[in-house]
């Protein structure tokens, strides 16, 4: 889906400063090599820089040019699993844990914007939750009840939202919320980070990542970092096979960004109760609000219908906000769900002890991701955190084992894709810009025709754990449906767990 609204470019791409590019040219020795240069990856790199460690942090892209540039930055302590389900499933201890280092992570983010003078739009507002329909009324009151005694005792029952153009009916309000511009908030802390003797490098694909007495990660043009300690911060590891990729699943949600009269909304972060649940916030232009929507989640890989989600999204907003003009963005993004509600951030499961990984960021990702640069630099550094057990990434709890029975089950599933016919018979049947799985003997071919008519023939099968992946015509992507790996239209991995790139078929 490609029109004047800017289908895979997020407000935040489209309006970010020049990020930082150096590309890797020769072998390198560093204390710590973190892989990634999204929100999780540049907090620990910034913080364990201040603590004086040499850092050399990585990545296949551009600062920031995955999933963070694709957020919609709500920073926020308002739990997206609900304290009332993280205490069922994980104790009243736990759920007090996670709102207490959901507000660190919010002061951490503000603390760095004053100490580094940053121009992020970082805005101190209250959030709103409200009850998508009656039904969920029960809920608000069990989740104000939940959140007090997890130690948010300023949340407050309010009669609604501060929405006049639609009555929200009873909602709770939680204080001290936040939000930032992501992307001019990581250019700045790039900028801190080479500051305080840090080194970071585009364009360098790490192909092999090594703990151990001899760690070191491999690029894949040949350069290497040599390292005593290595983070893998890539949304989802690229650097496991399984022993993570089990315990989340990837999920797809969508994002429109409308024109409306300036102040004509209150300034407020707002969420639903709906299943999949809606999310609400402002971002000032030069001359309209532009109002920030998401939802209309789906498994990744498991629907093609991008247009239809992108048009209930927008006759949600409309009929809640009738002072809304036009579409100007519109984008999609991945989050990882964790089986038990709670982000994976330590020691990766089954390697070296100086192996650690940040991922599962269930929707929460700017705030998760900070909360990995705190805990991670306490366990680089030596030094106790009261988070270390609520984020271990070894845990599987009891309470969890229906939900990761299911999300299992459902990709054990995918593999039925392998007898299946293709979605065509034939190339010719593929428009510009269009692509499709079909069958060829034995084998799935992924099949794309480019702008220019030339037809890109590629393995349909993912190279994490063997999938057929799926065509995205929303984002021209290839997407695997079980562990959420995701290929450009001519093949090229950009988001893992896989790390490499789809085969060519000749």
Same mark, same amino acid.
């Given at each position: ?19 930082? $590019? ?22 620990t ?6 603590e004086?460690? !040499? ?7 551009l ?7 694709? /957020?919609t930055?709500?920073?926020?302590n ?11 499933? &994980? ?21 760095i914007?004053?100490?580094?003078? @940053? ?25 104000l009840?939940?959140? *007090? ?12 939202a ?25 250019e700045c ?11 970071l ?5 790490? /192909? ?7 760690a070191?990660?491999?690029?894949? &043009? ?5 390292? +005593?300690?290595i ?11 399984? #022993? ?7 999920y ?5 960004? #409308? ?18 649940? &809606?999310y609400?916030?402002?971002?000032? +232009?030069?001359?309209?609000? @532009?109002?920030?929507?998401?939802g ?34 519109? %984008? ?34 700017? /705030? *998760? ?5 705190m ?12 988070? +270390? ?10 309470? !969890? ?8 089950i ?13 979605d @065509? ?18 084998s ?8 220019s ?8 099968v993912?190279? &994490? ?5 799926? %065509? ?12 959420? !790996?995701r ?7 950009? $988001?893992?767990?896989?790390n ?7």
């Open positions: 889906m490609k029109d004047d609204a800017q289908a895979s470019t997020s407000i935040w791409m489209a309006t970010a400063t020049t990020p930082f $590019q150096a590309r890797l040219k020769e072998n390198i020795r560093t204390d710590v090599c973190i892989v990634g240069a999204g929100i999780a990856g540049l907090s790199a910034y913080l364990l820089g201040r004086g460690r !040499s850092v050399v942090v990585l990545d296949d892209g600062v920031g040019g995955g999933m963070t540039g694709r /957020t930055a709500h920073l926020s308002a739990f997206d699993d609900r304290y009332v389900e993280i205490e069922k499933g &994980h104790g009243a201890e736990a759920a007090r844990l996670t709102a207490e280092s959901h507000t660190a992570a919010i002061n951490k983010i503000s603390e914007v004053t100490r580094e003078k @940053i121009d992020c739009d970082f805005e101190w507002l209250d959030g709103f939750l409200f009850a998508a329909t009656p039904d969920h009324i029960d809920l608000l009151k069990d989740e009840a939940a959140a *007090h005694r997890a130690g948010l005792t300023g949340v407050e029952k309010v009669d609604r501060p929405i006049e153009s639609f009555d929200t009916g009873v909602a709770l309000r939680f204080p001290r919320q936040a939000q930032f511009h992501p992307l001019n908030y990581l802390l790039t900028r801190a980070i080479m500051r305080d003797g840090g080194r490098f585009s364009q360098a694909h790490a /192909t092999k990542i090594e703990g151990g007495a001899g070191h990660v491999e690029t894949s &043009h040949g350069p290497v970092v040599n390292c +005593e300690t983070v893998v911060a890539t949304n989802t590891p690229v650097n496991d096979r399984v #022993a993570i990729h089990t315990k989340q699943a990837p797809v949600t969508y994002v429109i960004g #409308a024109r409306i009269p300036k102040d004509s909304v209150t300034r407020a972060l707002y969420w639903d109760t709906g299943d999949p649940y &809606h609400v916030r402002l971002q000032s +232009e030069a001359e309209d609000d @532009i109002l920030i929507v998401g209309e989640d789906h498994k990744t890989g498991q629907e093609n219908d991008g247009a239809e989600r992108f048009e209930r999204l927008e006759q949600w907003t409309r009929e809640r906000f009738p002072q809304m003009l036009d579409v100007k963005y519109r %984008w999609s993004g991945q989050v990882m769900e964790p089986v038990d509600g709670l982000a994976y951030i330590g020691r990766n499961p089954g390697d070296e002890d100086n192996v650690y990984i940040a991922t599962g960021d269930s929707g929460q990702g700017m /705030t *998760h991701g900070t909360i990995a640069g805990l991670l630099t306490d366990l680089i550094q030596g030094r106790k955190n009261k988070w +270390e057990d609520l984020y271990n990434p070894v845990r599987l709890r009891v309470s !969890s084992l229906t939900e990761y029975a299911s999300e299992n459902n990709v054990a599933g995918q593999y039925a894709d392998y007898v299946t016919a293709g @065509i018979k034939s190339e010719s049947e593929l428009k510009p810009c269009e692509g499709a799985v079909m069958r060829d003997g034995m799935k071919v992924a099949v794309y025709r480019d702008r008519g030339r037809v890109h023939k590629l393995s349909a993912c190279p &994490h754990l063997g999938c057929v992946v799926a %065509w995205n015509s929303t984002e021209e992507t290839w997407d695997c449906p079980c562990h959420g !790996s290929f450009s239209a001519e093949g090229r991995v950009y $988001q893992g767990p896989a490499s790139d789809l085969e060519a078929v000749k």
